[in-house]
């Protein structure tokens, strides 16, 4: 039976008690509610729930959004405002055509694409525009090269920008060490056309590359893209809310083609070309098992340079092979820290620097110092001492052997002696004034004074000849005995000495201030023979 309401100030008024915690359910909000205030609670219970989960109190405002930035509260109304403009966002994923491989004719840097070889969105977003399609951009010139863009986030960035691969390898092209890319471009300027691939809705990609300076693209010049075969990735605009789990794959990575399983180093050497790598953190290269090589090899593919694992059996080894012409090392210091081994090959003869004892050179066979283009001094002042095996045998004491000197007087000594001369000069020098030449000879024929007196032959007035006299000083170094008497020489008949230079002093003429006689004993001592 049905309820009158007769007194609403008491069967219809303010509820006792507030409950906004009841947990949903049939039968707490449909079935057992007996009264309006139940209803009343049941409802404050479900708004509560909706608003925060039943945290805090059901009657507590919105809050202020505040991670990363502050927000604005919103209402369904906002939230529903939001969450569409959020699903149909635009945005651009890249469509690979790897299945379609598109013919470069020659002498072109551009080709026009026909039905087949279009992108499978064939509808043409030109411009910038948020129409839903392929990005292209209206070309100034259709069947020609042009570098009409769609404006992107930068110069190297326009939103009508291709990916470009080798439809062979799936390598990317290069143009001077830079990579190619393509510029789509449609004959028909209306925005939200069809691509047909016949006129007037043709498509064509003008290929580029980044100019030297990297802040601009630039024609690909024809000699690096004609006649070659390619596949390419347009870019389609989406909504968000289009986007597949597979396009935040291909928005992680270069596309290099259908050809290539994995991005191996050619392709990352190819893609480098010759710009610098600019390394700014430590790089290190683990040769993880034992007798692993890393190798540089040459266009034969000899070796040149290898690394060689060996740290379990200690022969780990840094080799320079001997297809290496010429091992140039122009560093201020090479500093080898354990010594240096020569020579060490089959047939060659091991020179240890350094390896056998510190500070000593040991040769495996006879050991030859020999410079060609300069002399080979020791310097620092240090000194030079000779030995050899026989010397242990010996009376000699000194351990060092001979010693070139034992004080810088010893120098000035011999400077005075001999000249600066060499050794074997000063030697032989020495040897020299050690055994005189000495010639007798008897005078044959009376000669009067200031005539020439020799032996036979020249003018035959004693009978041996004197030798050749012209060596060193005339005055200072032959001493002239007559009958055993020393005369005294002059430099010419001026000087009015006992004798003089004859006519030639190379055949040993000699001139008297006197007359020598038949019987006369000559002697003649020579100091520079």
Not at 247 to 275: C, E, M, P, S, W
Not at 276 to 300: F, H, K, M, S, Y
Request: hydrophobic content about 40%.
């Amino acid at each position: 039976m049905g309820r009158t309401f007769v007194r609403q100030d008491t069967q219809v008024r303010k509820s006792d008690v507030y409950d906004d915690t009841i947990v949903p359910s049939e039968a707490n909000f449909e079935t057992n509610p007996v009264h309006v205030e139940d209803d009343l609670n049941t409802i404050r219970s479900q708004l509560h729930n909706l608003l925060e989960v039943q945290a805090g109190n059901w009657w507590d405002d919105l809050n202020v959004p505040a991670t990363l930035e502050t927000g604005a509260k919103r209402g369904v109304n906002d939230l529903n405002t939001a969450l569409h403009a959020v699903e149909k966002k635009r945005v651009l994923r890249n469509v690979y055509n790897v299945g379609t491989d598109v013919a470069v004719p020659a002498t072109q840097n551009f080709v026009v694409l026909a039905l087949s070889e279009l992108p499978s969105n064939t509808t043409a977003a030109v411009g910038s525009v948020t129409t839903l399609g392929t990005v292209v951009a209206a070309a100034t010139s259709f069947g020609a090269h042009n570098l009409d863009e769609v404006t992107g986030p930068d110069a190297l960035s326009p939103k009508n920008l291709m990916e470009i691969v080798d439809a062979s390898s799936g390598d990317p092209i290069l143009s001077s060490g830079r990579r190619v890319w393509g510029l789509l471009q449609t004959e028909n300027a209306t925005d939200g056309h069809t691509m047909t691939g016949t006129t007037p809705d043709r498509a064509q990609i003008s290929f580029v590359r980044p100019n030297s300076t990297f802040d601009d693209l630039e024609a690909c010049p024809v000699a690096d893209i004609e006649s070659t075969s390619v596949n390419y990735a347009s870019r389609e605009r989406v909504r968000l809310e289009d986007l597949t789990e597979a396009d935040f794959l291909k928005g992680a990575v270069v596309d290099i083609g259908a050809g290539a399983v994995t991005v191996t180093r050619q392709v990352a050497y190819d893609n480098q070309g010759t710009t610098p790598v600019d390394l700014t953190t430590n790089a290190i290269l683990d040769l993880e098992g034992a007798g692993l090589e890393w190798q540089i090899r040459d266009d034969l593919e000899a070796i040149l340079f290898r690394v060689i694992e060996g740290s379990a059996g200690g022969t780990s080894k840094v080799a320079v092979e001997d297809d290496v012409d010429e091992f140039d090392v122009d560093a201020v210091v090479t500093d080898f820290l354990n010594g240096i081994k020569v020579d060490t090959g089959a047939a060659g003869t091991t020179i240890d620097i350094g390896v056998t004892a510190a500070n000593q050179i040991t040769s495996g066979g006879a050991l030859s110092m020999v410079s060609t283009a300069a002399d080979l001094n020791l310097v620092a002042g240090l000194e030079l001492n000779m030995t050899d095996s026989y010397r242990s045998g010996s009376t000699w004491s000194l351990a060092d052997g001979i010693a070139l000197a034992n004080s810088s007087q010893e120098w000035s000594d011999f400077e005075t002696a001999f000249g600066e001369v060499s050794l074997l000069s000063a030697i032989k020098t020495a040897y020299e004034s050690a055994h005189r030449r000495k010639v007798y000879s008897v005078v044959t024929s009376t000669t009067t004074a200031d005539n020439d007196v020799s032996g036979p032959s020249n003018d035959n007035n004693l009978d041996t000849d004197l030798g050749d006299l012209s060596g060193g000083t005339f005055v200072d170094d032959y001493d002239v005995f007559l009958n055993g008497l020393l005369l005294r020489p002059g430099a010419d008949a001026s000087a009015n000495n006992d004798y003089y230079p004859g006519t030639s002093l190379a055949n040993g003429q000699l001139r008297f201030e006197f007359t020598v006689k038949v019987g006369d004993q000559l002697c003649v001592i020579d100091h520079v023979a």
